[in-house]
């Protein structure tokens, strides 16, 4: 009792100023609840996610799992925001993904503006405060829109920090909803909790190379926050475009971290390295020099850091990429055999992505042909470009595509005979198909893997 | 699509089930040929040890099959997946019952067919007898004719079962029919309703009067009499390749073919005209002459072909398997409205499974990657070894290495033979020091250290 008494005595001045329950009043008013559709050709979806106001201008960010990644973002639609405990409905616009922080942005609609109040107002001035291990710290959780998302307190004490490769705090239980704010005793920001920021710690810590993730924690709440001081200066990145770009781009695929054994074996202690499994066609990686199964070793000419777990540095260096912008150059230290080279690449806006690729569904066949990007000819191991053909994206259940055998990720070499010369050709030609109603039967030559297949739609 | 599971009948134990029947004597209904009588002394049963190195360590295992005598002087075939080069004693029960030792002359897992040699000095010293069986034209078999499978099923020595010819032409190819090897592509089967058993692998399929028809090999499991039979007049073709290589060699252009049935109109194709490719191999003779999955091909040196059905397909693939090593081939193809000719040279057929081994002081169990498996996969080349096996909690295992990943250098030296991991592994095992791995599993390039 005395030694509790002279603790909480020691502790004072900031126990004075912990009034949790003000502190909470205000706090809360930075969090709101998004729900959005995702409509796909055959369905309409609504999701859900936690969102933490971060300007005065109605800006929001989502965490990055929280919208599928490779989906259109004209896909995504109707994006509503919620006040903590109301039912009003509020609306928000898509502003877009950020490349480095995976962060989605919204904003939402003037009127709303005035009532919602940025975390930055709860931030430290100067450097953001670090928690110790064994502080208290604290969040807010949301509960469902059937309860009008009303907001409840989660409290914990930190236990953990990592470097992941964001520095990371782990805290013994839920502390807040995923993407929502953390703060220590004196409400002071000190953290944005992670979504998936669970499943990542039990992916780092619980998956063996190849090894399944195993999901163990509440995806609706996070024991795991990246700390205040390395995501407030990320905060201002609003996305220039909805589609996100520009995409600072290497083109070294595949990077494997390497463990202590190998480090060592290659005079590596104290520092990491990675593998390049592949590097990629007319990228400028391969501009530079790099080849397949270089061990990348240091960035700028500062050696790889070492994390643990080891797996870490593939992500550090994806991000490395991803801070620059394309145009930017960036020095890199490989070694091949014995020999420490040199190399200097200039880093490409990223070539189009399936999530931007063209895509139209043709309702009578029952599939929707996309555009074959740059990804596509790396995954079928050609050689990027000039690469005619269109991409299955989805089959409707039971349509004549379905029934004949048509299946997601084919590739469609030939429409009734005649070989696919360009994605527009592809899409007039399955149109004019698609219209006719004389139509008996439609046949595509596609591959699937390795195999060519020849595919009778029957059309009515 | 591959058909249903196909379970290959040699049994790995022997199941002593037997119902005991009221032992009243019986006039047979009908005399029995004195070519079956003859016949049934020249089948045989083979006990076979062999070796495996699929757990990162060195095991035996046992198994039981049939086959039949074909010479006197001791020459027995009996099905691939019964006697395999991995055979490390082979005995054979004769029908007298007598044993003897016997040793594999050849095999082609393609046909699933074997040929041993009885231990002749053994067979003279102790003055044993056996007969030996004729071939029958197996050409000339009809549906519904009689046959008898005879052969050792759970190893009960001199079982016959009697049925009909239920299909003269079945096909099945299966990419790893035979212990893991490919078979089928180059024959149809026979198939019969005569019941087959675990351990009837390897013995004839014979007509009434004793002449051997088929070698019986598979059936389905837990079907109703749905047995296989590789045909005579295959199997005398093999027979004769293995007594004088000990292998079978054939050709390779590196077509997958398919059946045309129902697309003869969108090709503009008259019935009963040309076999669709379904795909290419990558690298391969004849995807470097051009030729594309999607193309009709029409005839093979000039020769028509016709593969509207499945059937049709293994006579097509053993006519082109059939052309020497090396030499050029015409094919005829059809791509979109234009048809050419185009010429490629043949390459030696091989099989996807390259060669064993295990590294005992390492846990780890590896298997050559061969030309075939390198296209399969897509792989850059056919040098590296692929892991079949590792043993838990050895050195292997510690460094992360798993069944599925193909080494590709040991201390950034690359692999082209089995013989430079052994050696690097006989270095290791007489002074261990750490050992520098750079693996690829899918199309991801990790390093490793094995240690002590």
Redesign the interface.
């Known amino acids: 009792m005395l030694a509790a008494l002279a603790l909480f005595m020691a502790a004072g001045p900031q126990a004075r100023s912990a009034d949790l329950p003000s502190l909470w009043a205000a706090r809360v008013k930075c969090v709101v609840a998004v729900e959005y559709t995702v409509e796909t050709e055959s369905e309409r979806r609504s999701m859900f996610d936690y969102g933490t106001v971060v300007d005065s201008n109605g800006t929001i960010i989502l965490p990055s799992g929280s919208v599928e990644a490779n989906l259109p973002p004209e896909q995504l639609k109707d994006f509503k925001i919620y006040l903590p405990g109301e039912p009003a409905v509020w609306h928000g616009t898509y502003l877009g993904q950020d490349a480095f922080t995976g962060w989605h942005f919204i904003r939402a609609e003037e009127k709303l503006r005035p009532r919602l109040v940025p975390v930055t107002a709860f931030a430290a001035r100067g450097a953001a405060p670090v928690p110790a291990i064994g502080e208290e710290v604290w969040g807010i959780g949301l509960r469902t829109k059937e309860e009008d998302f009303l907001p409840y307190l989660l409290k914990s004490e930190l236990a953990l920090i990592q470097s992941l490769p964001e520095r990371t705090g782990t805290a013994l239980q839920e502390v807040s909803g995923p993407g929502l704010p953390v703060f220590n005793r004196d409400g002071v920001l000190v953290g944005l909790a992670l979504e998936s920021g669970s499943q990542q710690f039990v992916e780092y810590t619980q998956m063996n190379?190849?090894g399944e993730t195993v999901l163990l924690v509440d995806v609706e709440e996070s024991s795991l926050f990246e700390l205040a001081d390395e995501a407030l200066p990320n905060l201002g990145r609003i996305p220039a475009s909805i589609s996100g770009r520009p995409l600072a781009w290497l083109g070294a695929?595949?990077l494997?971290?390497?463990?202590r054994?190998?480090a060592n074996?290659?005079n590596l202690s104290g520092q990491s390295g990675a593998?390049?499994?592949?590097v990629l066609g007319d990228s400028p990686a391969e501009k530079a020099g790099m080849k397949?199964?270089d061990?990348i070793i240091a960035i700028d000419g500062r050696p790889l850091p070492r994390f643990r777990p080891d797996r870490v540095v593939a992500d550090y260096i994806e991000k490395e990429i991803r801070r620059r912008r394309p145009g930017d150059l960036m020095k890199l230290t490989v070694l091949r055999?014995?020999d420490r080279i040199q190399l200097s690449a200039q880093l490409k806006d990223a070539p189009k992505l399936v999530r931007e690729a063209r895509r139209e569904y043709f309702d009578g066949l029952g599939f929707t042909a996309r555009e074959f990007v740059y990804g596509d000819a790396i995954a079928r191991?050609l050689k990027p470009g000039g690469r005619p053909g269109v991409v299955v994206h989805f089959v409707k259940p039971n349509s004549p595509a379905a029934i004949a055998g048509l299946q997601p990720d084919d590739w469609i070499?030939?429409i009734d005979?005649?070989?696919v010369a360009t994605f527009a050709a592809a899409v007039e030609k399955l149109r004019a198909i698609g219209a006719d109603p004389l139509r008996t039967e439609c046949?595509l030559?596609v591959?699937h893997g390795?195999?060519?297949?020849?595919l009778?739609l029957k059309l009515r | 699509m591959k058909p249903a599971i196909l379970n290959l009948f040699r049994s790995r134990s022997i199941l002593a089930l037997a119902i005991l029947l009221p032992a009243t004597a019986r006039k047979a209904d009908a005399a029995v040929s004195r070519g079956l009588n003859q016949l049934f002394d020249s089948v045989v049963c083979i006990d076979v040890r062999e070796v495996n190195y699929e757990e990162g360590s060195r095991r035996f295992e046992a198994s039981i099959g049939s086959g039949v005598v074909l010479s006197e002087d001791g020459l027995i075939l009996t099905n691939a997946h019964v006697a395999s080069p991995k055979a490390v004693e082979i005995n054979v029960t004769l029908a007298n019952l007598e044993h003897v030792g016997a040793k594999l002359v050849g095999w082609d897992h393609w046909t699933d067919l074997a040929l041993l040699r009885l231990d002749m000095d053994d067979v003279r010293r102790r003055g044993l007898k056996f007969s030996h069986a004729e071939f029958g034209d197996s050409s000339k078999l009809y549906t519904g004719e009689t046959v008898f499978a005879v052969g050792t099923p759970y190893g009960l020595k001199r079982t016959v079962t009697r049925g009909i010819i239920s299909n003269t032409s079945r096909y099945f190819e299966d990419d790893r029919g035979v212990d893991g090897y490919e078979t089928g592509a180059f024959n149809t089967w026979l198939q019969t309703d005569a019941a087959i058993n675990p351990g009837n692998s390897g013995g004839p399929l014979v007509t009434e009067d004793g002449r051997v028809v088929g070698i019986t090999s598979r059936a389905y499991l837990g079907a109703n009499n749905l047995g296989f039979a590789i045909p005579a007049n295959v199997a005398r073709q093999m027979v004769s390749g293995l007594v004088r290589d000990g292998s079978i060699t054939r050709s390779y252009i590196g077509i997958?073919p398919s059946p045309l049935q129902?697309?003869e109109k969108?090709?503009s194709l008259a019935l009963d005209t040309g076999m669709?490719?379904?795909?290419v191999d990558?690298g391969s003779p004849a995807a470097r002459a051009g030729l594309?999955?999607?193309d009709i091909l029409l005839a093979v040196n000039h020769r028509a072909v016709d593969a509207r059905f499945p059937e049709q397909i293994p006579a097509i693939q053993n006519f082109i398997a059939s052309q020497p090593v090396g030499s050029a081939v015409t094919l005829t193809v059809k791509d979109?409205l234009a048809t050419r000719d185009l010429s490629v040279v043949t390459e030696r057929l091989e099989s996807s499974v390259g060669e064993d081994c295990v590294l005992d002081a390492w846990g780890l169990s590896v298997r050559k990657v061969s030309r075939a498996y390198a296209r399969?996969n897509?792989l850059a080349d056919d040098s590296g070894v692929l892991v079949i096996g590792v043993r838990p909690g050895y050195p292997a295992d510690v460094?992360?290495l798993?069944s599925g990943d193909i080494i590709?250098r040991i201390n950034?030296q690359p692999l082209g033979t089995l013989d430079v991991i052994k050696g690097i592994h006989a270095a290791y095992s007489s002074k261990p020091n750490?050992i520098?791995v750079?693996a690829?599993?899918d199309?991801?390039?990790?390093?490793?250290?094995i240690?002590p």
Do not use: C, N, W
């Open positions: 190379r190849g695929d595949g494997e971290p390497m463990d054994d190998v074996f290659l593998v390049v499994s592949e397949g199964h061990i055999g014995p191991r070499r030939e005979g005649a070989p046949v030559l591959s390795g195999d060519t297949a020849v009778r | 997958v129902d697309l969108f090709y669709l490719i379904a795909s990558p594309q999955g999607g979109g399969e897509e460094a992360g798993q590709t950034r750490p520098l750079e690829q599993r199309r991801r390039v990790a390093l490793y250290i240690k």
